[in-house]
């Protein structure tokens, strides 16, 4: 018979039990900080109606996102982000939810582009919003749980870029910008960390304006936040000031917030304060990113939903957290492997198994008599620290033999005590 | 602006938070247990080739399945179960994997159907599989496994009904039944759970069996499983009676089993022993099933994987603990509400929601000044059981007022006694 390949697509990925393990290490680090803050888990269909997905994108929409029609004529595509499924969600469900409604979702998304070098066009989005409140306090609580995410996940150098939309607005309104070219501007002044400031004076010139390099010294922020609050004191600072009021109260350190006036963030989707995480010493740019964005829902009803919220990126922050080498010590779940010496030890081997259950240690058996040296070296495979041996000799003396995998250590102990070493030592990692 | 209707897919689902609560309860307790018996997790993608999805299935599996072609002429389809991925991830990855392999799967997988009511088109399916072994100690664990799921769950009354295709097909041959009509009696005998006695018989008639009557006795089970063994004693039982005594062994208590010499299990998939787990006293029947195969990656490549593994009805099991009454009592994440009294005590109440945190207490402020009753409103909404007042009564006295939602008392007591009084009662609680 011919053999299908066992391929995947291009861009997605299959997860081996040591990378399912990386990844739940870190997503559960995550959604504890999350619930810390009272954030409750929501999930959205993957396929949806393709109107509630493709909205205002339009063709580009149409052409970057996995769609189709099925044979009943519907036409169907899968999320490209978590921010429109939500939005649809909170216009389908509102009634039903406490506002100010804060929730974290966690769920894949897809991209139908042609994957480049480490593009993914199927991977998890990490983001938390808050909706129905244009208060403040959103905006330093979104600051106090970054911070407590990175520091969580072993982060020691970060910085939380913080800016507004608004002020960005009024700065280049002062310049005698034209509004409809603003965004044009912003676009160019947010490449800023990935091209230097000569290109970007450039690109500024090439959009037609002579004063280029006025307006690049007018974005930039000065060396400290105080500093930057003096050179923008002639704008209207009151939400920045409000805001970093709120982040001391909150007990968000100062030293991981930075206010960067030429901080943009491309889309024009946001309408307040700006966020962008930068994580410092790494190649990868761009941990998290967010901001307050008026009217969520207008694509889908008429209720008038402000909110606030960040995407954390998970894919970066797994490969910056990899580069740190944070996964080295990382194990699969189980702790103890119990051999099969032979066939006339396979009922022991079950008992001892059934025991060690109950004692509520993770472990497992392997699952028929064979060489000791492959049983070993199964455990080894699994990255299993303890093998239990019972041979003839343990079984006429009631003892077991234990395998420290690490050391290549052996010992051997009455049965009897078996669960209470291996409970002992577990209590003891801990 | 016109709206897009804010609506999903019939057979998908919006989880609220409440939804959630109740969904990652069962999930974590199910991946508890798998846990303890040394399965690891995997993920396989969503978007997949077609051929390694529909393979074998053709015209009938293409209808039944979202399946499309991509702009650039590819032909994807997602996954309509978790063995078909995991076929396909075991051909690609064995190499790397530790064998015998067993892991747990929790993933999302999509039907086509015309959704009848409660038919879902997209749903979590939750399976766990042993390969690369034909050893009945891994038909144990599995016993074992589902054993204390479903005690974990909570559920008193089930059964584990088991039995052997090899032995089936044994019992029909005895009875002059040719091979190739064995696929479709077994189907009809599948139905005795659903139709009675009488058309079971009546549908084997249909056949061509004038023995309809015969052939039905033949494959009933006695009352007993040693009565069953007695009944069936002329048959090949080795394999059952191994099955038997390794579950006893491993601590499998005998009333959870139940040898059924009817049970076939519709699909021509199993070449072994065979489960189906029943919920006693629930209208939703089967809630897990599974047995053993051969050659599970056949379809990919020529490395012969024997296995033995089992679906648990993850949405079914949702409905039945659902019945039973089973989340009452479930609560969201946030434990305490931090209110603000007006504009002037902001500054405090960030401060306590920042003391709370660091106590590790799992709390919410609530994001701007508002009246005090619409915050109440707000937490019982949430289902909050603390709520925190500092207004400018508490604030001057240095004292916080703690409201019980439950009952509805409230108490005043010193700012500096909150976390300690907090903490205790979620040490008392737990």
Redesign the interface.
Known sequence: ?N???????QG??????ID??KR?LVMNKIKKVF???????????????A??IL?KYGDEGE?LT?N????GG?K?A?PFDLTVPFA??V???YR?????F??YQIQ?V?R?ERPQKGRL??FYQCDID?IG???L??E??IA?IIV?VFKELGFKDFVIKFNSRRLINEILRSLGIAEEKFIDVIRVVDKLDKIDKENVIEEIKKLGFDNAEDIFDAVLPAESIEKTLEKFSKYDLKEIKEFI??CE???VPKKYLEFDTSLARGLDYYTGLIFEVIGKGTSLGTLCAGGRYDNL??????EDFSGVGVSFGFERIMLVLEQMGSFENVK???KV?IT?FDENS??SS??T??EL??A?????????PDKLKKQFQ?AD??RIPFVIIRGPDEMKDETVTIKLMESGKQKTIPSKQLTSYLTEYYETEK
Chains 1, 2 share one sequence.
Request: charged share 25%; with cysteine.
């Open positions: 018979m053999k299908i390949a066992p391929t995947i697509l997605t990925r299959d997860f081996l039990p399912m393990a739940n619930e810390k803050f009272g954030y409750d888990p929501i999930e959205t269909p993957v396929i949806c109606p109107e509630t909205g052409r996995y189709f029609e099925t044979s519907r169907i899968l649809r969600y216009a389908a469900n039903d939810l406490p506002i100010p804060k929730r894949r897809w139908a066009r199927e808050i409140t244009k208060n306090v959103s330093s609580e106090r407590k009021k709120n109260d909150l007990g829902c207008s694509l889908f009803c008429n699969l779940n189980s492997l099969i396979v009922a079950l008992k198994y059934s259950i109950d509520g240690i993770n472990c497992e058996i392997y699952f028929q199964f495979k699994k």
